[in-house]
């Protein structure tokens, strides 16, 4: 069992920065196709990948939020990451870090869609 708790979201202007954290616990880590990010989603529109890392320290990122948000985790895999820079008013969402491990190297996609391991999202709000 993993459990996920996300912090760090608020509002913030256009072209801020805010730092989302995702604190886990859990024995899954080291499993081969572990992977673990994060995802959006904003009141009537469909969830969004945003950014995940794999067991291999492999990043994979939205196109949307590309050269603006970087994923990262510590030494110890206990926290993930996600600095977000240069913040739109389309970033506005609700932030989820969700976890699992894969049959095959995870995608946003399938951290989107198919984790079985989910937060219970941080907010966060972009103003123009």
């Known amino acids: 069992l993993v459990q996920l708790v996300e912090s760090g979201g608020g509002s913030v202007q256009a072209g801020g920065s805010l730092r989302l954290s995702c604190a886990a616990s859990g024995d899954a880590f080291s499993n081969l196709y572990w992977g673990w990010g994060w995802f959006r989603q904003a009141p009537g529109k469909q969830r969004e990948g945003v950014a995940l890392?794999?067991?291999?320290?492999?990043?994979s990122y939205a196109e949307s939020v590309k050269g603006r948000f970087t994923i990262s985790q510590d030494n110890a895999r206990d926290t993930l990451y996600l600095h977000m820079n240069s913040l739109k008013p389309e970033d506005t969402a609700m932030y989820y870090c969700?976890?699992?491990?894969?049959?095959?190297?995870?995608?946003?996609?399938?951290?989107?869609?198919?984790?079985?391991?989910w937060g219970q999202g941080t907010q966060v709000t972009v103003s123009s």
């Open positions: 890392i794999d067991s291999d320290g492999t990043t």
């Open positions: 969700a976890a699992d491990h894969f049959v095959s190297r995870p995608t946003l996609a399938t951290i989107t869609h198919l984790s079985r391991y």
